[in-house]
C-alpha cells in the first residue's frame, strides 16, 4: 500500500453498520495526529470530539516546538532528543504556521551558574541532530535592542534556536487532512459509552447540538481523551487499569509588547522553573507557563490571581519595566494529562508519553494514550499505530515525516514571498492582512479569498479584517461553529475585535448554520 494514500471509503460492513478500523476519542492533537496517520496508511477511522477541535489542552499551550531544555535536569534524554529531532521535522511540514524562534537566557548570578547553563545548551544543541535552526552564542545584553528591556543587572545572555506554531491551528489541519485521506472527523460528538460485542467496540455517541445519539462499531478503540483519559476509561470504558492519570495545570498571561524585537526570552527563577516572554500575535507578549497540580474538572482550569501574580512577579525580577495583573489583557490555562509516575511536585513529573493497550482474551484492543507534547505528536501517532499494528496486518507503513499539512506546500522562511504574491494577486490587502492569512491559511489562502477583486467581494467585515469569506471558509472547511471557534482557536482575533464585535460574529454563525440545515433539509 502506497504511503499517504486515502483511504478506501468503502468501510465494512455488519448488518448494515459501518465497521471502522479505529474509533478516537478525543480532537485535541494526538487524536487528531493519529487520525491523519491512520488515515494515510489506508485504515478507516472515525473520530469524535466532544466540543470544538483543540478546545482543550491543545489550544492551551505555550506554543512551542521545543526539545524542553529544563528536562535535561530531570535526565529526560529521550524525550529531549526525540523533541529536537522532530522541531525541524515539523517546521519543514508546516511553514505557514510554524516558524524557527531564537530564545534569548539571561544568566542570573543567583541561581544555575554560567558553566551549567553552557553545558545544557551544549548538548541541547548537538542531542538531536540540528541542520537547519542556528547554534547557541552568548550575547551582551548591554548592547543593542535585546537587553534594552532588561535590568541592568544581566549581563551576558545566551541565544539558542527552538520553534513556534499556533497549536489550535496545528490540530484543525491534521484533522483536515485526515478528512480529505477518508476520515470521519465529528466535532461537538461525545463518547456516552463503549463496550466490545462480537469481536468489535461498540461505541455510543451523542450529537451535542441535536441530542441525537447513535452507535458506531470498531475493530479498536483509541482513547486520547487527554485530561478526560481517565473519565473514559472509567466512565465511559469502564476498565481496570493499574494507570492514572496526573493532571497539572499551565496558565499563562498575555499583556501588551514588551519589547521591540522578535527574540523570546526564557526566564530562571528562584523555585527552579522558567517562564518564558515570546512576541505574540504582532503587538502583545505571552508569558507562561506555571506548573500546579489541578484537582478539579479540566473544563473547570482558569488562570487564578495567584498564577497571575507568580507570572508577574517571575518576569519583572527581569524586566525594567514591572509587569502588573492591571496589564493582562488575556489570560488562558489548560491542564496537561502526564502520566502519574509517582513525581513529587508537578514540575518534575515526566512529560513524556506513555501508550498501554488492554486488551481481554479475544476482545478488541483499547489504546490509552497519556501525556504527550505537542512538539512529539506526529512520533506519538506513530508509536500508537505500531501498537496497533498487529491487529491490522494491512497497515501502510509510516509516512508523514516528509508530508506537509494543509497550506504548508513553500520552504521554511517562505511566508514572506507568499505574502507578497498574495498580495501581487488581491491588491486591495496591505501588507498586516496578507501576512495574517499567509500565516493562518499558507497557500490555501488563494482559495480562501478565491475570485475576490476588491473588499466588498468579502461579504461583511466583522473587524480586525476578519470577513465574510473567511468565516464561511471556516465553518465550511474546519467545522467552525461559533464565534469562540473563529476568534479564539482558528485564529487569535479575539485580542483584537470587541465584545460587540464577537457577539455579532456570533450571530451571524448560527443564523447562517441554521440556512444552511434548513436548505439541507429542503433538497431531501
Same mark, same amino acid.
Given at each position: 500500500m502506497d504511503p499517504g494514500r486515502k483511504a478506501d471509503a468503502r468501510v465494512e460492513t455488519c448488518l448494515g453498520k459501518q465497521i471502522f478500523d479505529l474509533a478516537i476519542i478525543g480532537g485535541g492533537v494526538n487524536g487528531c495526529g493519529i487520525a491523519r496517520d491512520a488515515a494515510g496508511r489506508g485504515l478507516s477511522v472515525f473520530l469524535c470530539e466532544m466540543g470544538d477541535l483543540a478546545q482543550g489542552t491543545s489550544s492551551?499551550?505555550?506554543?512551542?516546538?521545543?526539545?524542553?531544555?529544563?528536562?535535561?535536569?530531570?535526565?529526560?534524554?529521550?524525550?529531549?532528543?526525540?523533541?529536537?529531532?522532530? !522541531?525541524?521535522?515539523? $517546521?519543514? &511540514?508546516? @511553514?505557514?504556521?510554524?516558524?524557527?524562534?531564537?530564545? =534569548?537566557?539571561?544568566?542570573h548570578? *543567583?541561581?544555575?551558574?554560567?558553566?551549567?547553563?553552557?553545558?545544557?545548551?551544549?548538548?541541547?544543541?548537538?542531542?538531536?541532530?540540528?541542520?537547519?535552526l542556528p547554534a547557541t552564542e552568548t550575547v551582551d545584553l548591554r548592547s543593542g535592542p535585546i537587553g534594552a528591556s532588561l535590568k541592568d543587572q544581566f549581563v551576558t545572555g545566551f541565544e539558542y534556536s527552538d520553534g513556534w506554531v499556533q497549536d489550535s491551528r496545528?490540530?484543525?489541519?491534521?484533522?483536515?487532512?485526515?478528512?480529505?485521506?477518508?476520515?470521519?472527523?465529528?466535532? !461537538?460528538?461525545?463518547? $456516552?459509552? &463503549?463496550? @466490545?460485542?462480537?469481536?468489535?467496540?461498540?461505541?455510543? =455517541?451523542?450529537?451535542?447540538?441535536? *441530542?441525537?445519539?447513535?452507535?458506531?462499531?470498531?475493530?479498536?478503540?483509541?482513547?486520547?481523551?487527554?485530561?478526560?483519559?481517565?473519565?473514559?476509561?472509567?466512565?465511559?470504558v469502564r476498565v481496570n487499569t493499574n494507570d492514572n492519570v496526573r493532571l497539572v495545570r499551565g496558565s499563562h498571561i498575555v499583556v501588551r509588547k514588551r519589547f521591540e524585537h522578535d527574540r523570546a526570552f526564557i526566564f530562571q527563577n528562584a523555585d527552579k522553573r522558567i517562564v518564558f516572554a515570546i512576541p505574540y500575535e504582532e503587538g502583545f507578549t505571552l508569558i507562561g507557563t506555571t506548573d500546579r497540580d489541578h484537582?478539579?474538572?479540566?473544563?473547570?482550569?482558569?488562570?487564578?490571581?495567584?498564577?497571575?501574580?507568580?507570572?508577574?512577579?517571575?518576569?519583572?525580577?527581569?524586566?525594567?519595566?514591572?509587569?502588573?495583573?492591571?496589564?493582562?489583557?488575556?489570560?488562558?490555562?489548560?491542564?496537561?494529562?502526564?502520566?502519574?509516575?509517582?513525581?513529587?511536585s508537578a514540575t518534575a513529573a515526566t512529560r513524556d508519553y506513555v501508550l498501554k493497550v488492554e486488551r481481554s482474551g479475544d476482545a478488541p484492543p483499547l489504546l490509552n494514550i497519556f501525556g504527550g507534547k505537542i512538539t512529539t505528536y506526529r512520533r506519538l501517532a506513530e508509536a500508537a499505530l505500531e501498537k496497533l499494528r498487529p491487529f491490522f496486518?494491512?497497515?501502510?507503513?509510516?509516512?508523514?515525516?516528509?508530508?506537509?499539512?494543509?497550506?504548508?506546500?513553500?520552504?521554511?522562511?517562505?511566508?514572506?514571498?507568499?505574502g507578497t504574491r498574495l498580495r501581487d494577486r488581491y491588491g486591495f490587502l496591505d501588507v498586516d492582512w496578507a501576512r495574517r492569512l499567509i500565516?493562518?491559511?499558507?497557500?490555501?489562502?488563494?482559495?480562501?479569498?478565491?475570485?475576490?477583486?476588491?473588499?466588498?467581494?468579502?461579504?461583511?467585515?466583522?473587524?480586525?479584517?476578519?470577513?465574510?469569506?473567511?468565516?464561511?471558509?471556516?465553518?465550511?472547511?474546519?467545522?467552525?461553529?461559533?464565534?469562540?471557534?473563529?476568534?479564539?482557536?482558528?485564529?487569535?482575533?479575539?485580542?483584537?475585535?470587541?465584545?460587540?464585535?464577537?457577539?455579532?460574529?456570533?450571530?451571524?454563525?448560527?443564523?447562517?448554520?441554521?440556512?444552511?440545515?434548513?436548505?439541507?433539509?429542503?433538497?431531501?
Open positions: 492551551a499551550s505555550t506554543k512551542l516546538f521545543h526539545g524542553g531544555l529544563r528536562y535535561l535536569e530531570y535526565f529526560e534524554f529521550r524525550l529531549v532528543r526525540e523533541a529536537l529531532k522532530e !522541531r525541524e521535522v515539523l $517546521l519543514c &511540514a508546516m @511553514p505557514h504556521i510554524a516558524w524557527p524562534l531564537r530564545f =534569548v537566557l539571561p544568566h548570578r *543567583g541561581l544555575r551558574p554560567a558553566w551549567f547553563l553552557r553545558l545544557g545548551l551544549f548538548v541541547y544543541d548537538h542531542l538531536g541532530g540540528r541542520k537547519i496545528l490540530v484543525v489541519l491534521n484533522a483536515r487532512d485526515a478528512a480529505d485521506r477518508g476520515a470521519s472527523v465529528n466535532v !461537538r460528538t461525545k463518547c $456516552l459509552a &463503549a463496550a @466490545p460485542s462480537d469481536g468489535v467496540w461498540q461505541v455510543q =455517541v451523542r450529537d451535542e447540538d441535536t *441530542g441525537a445519539t447513535r452507535t458506531v462499531a470498531a475493530r479498536s478503540l483509541v482513547n486520547a481523551g487527554g485530561p478526560w483519559v481517565g473519565q473514559v476509561i472509567s466512565q465511559c484537582e478539579t474538572s479540566p473544563s473547570e482550569a482558569v488562570c487564578t490571581p495567584e498564577e497571575i501574580e507568580y507570572l508577574c512577579r517571575s518576569v519583572s525580577e527581569y524586566f525594567r519595566d514591572p509587569v502588573t495583573a492591571e496589564d493582562v489583557v488575556w489570560t488562558y490555562s489548560g491542564v496537561r494529562p502526564l502520566y502519574d509516575d509517582g513525581a513529587k496486518p494491512q497497515m501502510g507503513s509510516t509516512w508523514t515525516a516528509g508530508a506537509c499539512l494543509p497550506g504548508g506546500d513553500f520552504p521554511v522562511g517562505g511566508d514572506e514571498e507568499q500565516r493562518t491559511y499558507g497557500t490555501d489562502a488563494f482559495d480562501l479569498l478565491g475570485d475576490a477583486a476588491s473588499i466588498e467581494d468579502l461579504g461583511q467585515n466583522f473587524g480586525a479584517t476578519l470577513t465574510e469569506a473567511e468565516v464561511v471558509w471556516l465553518m465550511r472547511k474546519e467545522w467552525a461553529r461559533s464565534a469562540s471557534d473563529v476568534l479564539w482557536r482558528r485564529t487569535k482575533l479575539g485580542l483584537r475585535l470587541s465584545d460587540e464585535q464577537a457577539r455579532t460574529l456570533d450571530v451571524w454563525m448560527r443564523a447562517s448554520r441554521a440556512d444552511e440545515q434548513r436548505h439541507a433539509h429542503g433538497s431531501r
